[in-house]
């Protein structure tokens, strides 16, 4: 029963190989001149690799993981049990909601132009959304080098003044070094001389698809404690039907569906409504970033598409008009519920804390989503990266004086995200931290939102 048990509702098993893995197909693409997914003859392919606008924000982001977390799926998870084991939660069987990330957009401004975007991404494409032709080899193998040059610079950035190994960790630059190689040798390996078939002609990029497969085979071997979900971007062709083929209508292993729209979109965008409507059909979970942390879409302007106002391009060029404040504010949500008021939605990190406060909390975003939680049944929010000490007391303070807080407010830990900051202190701190939490927090919140049932 629940005082057995925790529920970390939000966590990721990604690791530094995925991120790496999105980021030499997506700029490959743009370099070939077809990222996102349009002809080549749509747009002109800039003229190198380190002129990309955001590629060092995003080589950095792979760095910041490569360092973080090497290990697969099942090492990530199991490090996620270990570190339950060795806190003072000890003792209690973890349950995990694994959230899968999509990240190669972020290099993406929107501005494709395309007649009708919508109807496009709602049908399945035929073909690759990466490719190596043969006579693109020698060009791909330089590529492969020049990321491996841009990402070692970053770890190099990153570790000045220390030593990079830990007592049991390897250099981060070897690693990285086996990590190329062995994309070298899966794209250009006699074994493997092109990517393997995306599922069922949907636009999936590599590191995508691997990670999709790495969760639904560790969702497999772990039923009843692993439920994982899958990651949406509206920008991805063919994802209404990746959506019900893996939702398979609240019976597929994939039980909820996670957005993340600082990485160039709103949740007004109009591919969306059919997903919307899909989950709220079928009563399944959604779990939304909303702090103004986290990775961002890395482009200075982007083409805003939804369906409260005409497509029109927005500039991020000043210092506080970042893409999480624009994106993730919850009150972008209300239109979405005003719609769909049934939806089961979570806001991630609880709103999250205000910029250069310490770990103060976002009040006008907390209260936002307290005011929605008001109006609409299946409204929840999760703790995961409220870890400073500071935000984290004031945070529990302001849930335990609201009954309906107490009611749908879940824990979460927001691994592996959490391992990137060296200052928090690691997973076994953050798990002991919570250990005097009310039962409701820790599971049967999280329990009512996924809908398990008791076991």
């Known amino acids: 029963m629940s005082h ?85 939660l000890a003792g209690r069987e973890l349950l995990c909601a694994p959230l899968m990330m999509d990240i190669y957009y972020a290099l993406d401004n929107n501005g494709r132009g395309m007649d009708s975007p919508e109807e496009a991404r709602l049908l399945p494409v035929t073909g690759q959304l990466f490719t190596v032709q043969e006579k693109e080899r020698a060009d791909f193998a330089q590529h492969l080098d020049q990321v491996r040059d841009l990402v070692a610079r970053e770890l190099i950035r990153m570790n000045q003044g220390e030593k990079f190994p830990q007592e049991t960790r390897a250099d981060p630059i070897d690693q990285l070094d086996r990590e190329i190689e062995a994309l070298r040798e899966r794209w250009l390996g006699i074994r493997e001389a092109v990517p393997k078939d995306n599922a069922d002609g949907m636009g999936l990029s590599p590191g995508y698809q691997d990670h999709m497969e790495a969760l639904e085979q560790l969702a497999r071997s772990r039923p009843g404690s692993v439920f994982p979900f899958l990651a949406i971007d509206p920008r991805r062709p063919g994802i209404q039907h990746l959506l019900e083929l893996k939702l398979a209508e609240g019976r597929g292993i994939f039980r909820g569906v996670k957005l993340y729209p600082p990485l160039g ?107 929605m939680m008001s109006e609409y049944p299946n409204i929840y929010a999760d703790l995961a990266y409220v870890a400073s000490p500071k935000r984290q007391a004031q945070t529990l303070a302001r849930i335990k004086e609201n009954d309906l807080l107490m009611q749908r407010v879940m824990f979460g830990t927001d691994f592996i995200m959490l391992a990137m900051d060296r200052e928090l202190g690691g997973l076994v701190r953050y798990f002991t931290n919570y250990a005097g939490i009310e039962e409701d927090l820790l599971f049967n919140n999280a329990r009512r939102f996924l809908k398990l049932e008791d076991s």
Do not use: M
Request: contains cysteine; proline residues 6%.
């Open 265 to 371: 979109y709103l949740p007004t965008h109009p591919a969306l409504e059919p997903v919307y409507t899909y989950c709220q059909r079928y009563d399944i979970p959604i779990t939304v970033h909303c702090s103004l942390g986290g990775f961002e879409n890395l482009r200075r302007q982007n083409l805003v598409e939804s369906w409260t106002a005409q497509p029109h391009w927005e500039s991020f060029t000043k210092v506080r008009k970042t893409k999480s404040r624009y994106y993730a504010n919850p009150q972008n949500w209300r239109p979405v519920l005003e719609r769909f008021p049934g939806l089961r939605l979570n806001f991630a990190h609880l709103g999250g804390s205000r910029a250069n406060s310490a770990g103060a909390i976002n009040e006008t975003w907390f209260d936002t989503i307290l005011s």
């Open 4 to 88: 057995h048990q925790i529920l970390d509702v939000h966590c990721h098993l990604f690791n530094g190989v995925y991120a790496l893995t999105e980021l030499t197909a997506a700029s490959w693409n743009i370099l070939k001149g077809t990222y996102p997914q349009a002809p080549p003859q749509a747009r002109g392919a800039p003229r190198s690799f380190l002129s990309l606008e955001g590629i060092g924000e995003f080589a950095a982001y792979a760095a910041r993981l490569l360092e973080a977390a090497l290990s697969d799926c099942e090492g990530n998870y199991t490090t996620q049990l270990d570190s339950l084991a060795g806190s003072a």
